[in-house]
Nanobody, 115 residues
Framework: QVQLVESGGGLVQPGGSLRLSCAAS????????MMWYRQAPGKEREWVAD???????NFADFVKSRFTISRDNAENTVYLQMNNLKPEDTAVYYC?????????WGQGTQVTVSS
C-alpha cells in the first residue's frame, strides 16, 4: 500500500537547521511531484515547497533562501533542508505526493523552533 513516512523533526533553537526526510513506498515515486506542507497550531495547512519529476523546485516566499528541497529517486525519498529556522516555522510538516488524481499524504513530523 502507499506509504509516506516523514522523519527528522524535533526541537531546534532559532537560527538552527533540520533536515526532514520522507520515505515513499507503494507507488512509482519518480513519476510523482513531491511537496512539503506545514500546519501550525490553529492555522490552515500551507504549501512550503515542491519538486517536479525533473528536479525543478518552487518555494513559498516565507522560506525562500532558507529551505531547499531535493529528491533521491533511487532511494524513493524526498528531503527538506531547513536552515536559519525561526519560531514561526514551528509546525507539523507533511510530505505530499501528487500525480493526476493521486494525492498521498504522510502522517507528519513535528518541528519546534524555540530557545
Amino acid at each position: 500500500q502507499v506509504q509516506l513516512v516523514e522523519s527528522g523533526g524535533g526541537l531546534v533553537q532559532p537560527g538552527g537547521s533540520l533536515r526532514l526526510s520522507c520515505a515513499a513506498s507503494g507507488f512509482t515515486f519518480s513519476s510523482y511531484v513531491m511537496m512539503w506542507y506545514r500546519q501550525a497550531p490553529g492555522k490552515e495547512r500551507e504549501w512550503v515547497a515542491d519538486i517536479s519529476t525533473g528536479g525543478s523546485t518552487n518555494f513559498a516566499d516565507f522560506v525562500k533562501s532558507r529551505f531547499t528541497i531535493s529528491r533521491d529517486n533511487a532511494e524513493n525519498t524526498v528531503y527538506l533542508q531547513m536552515n536559519n529556522l525561526k519560531p514561526e516555522d514551528t509546525a507539523v510538516y507533511y510530505c505530499n505526493a501528487r500525480k493526476w488524481r493521486d494525492n498521498f499524504w504522510g502522517q507528519g513530523t513535528q518541528v519546534t523552533v524555540s530557545s
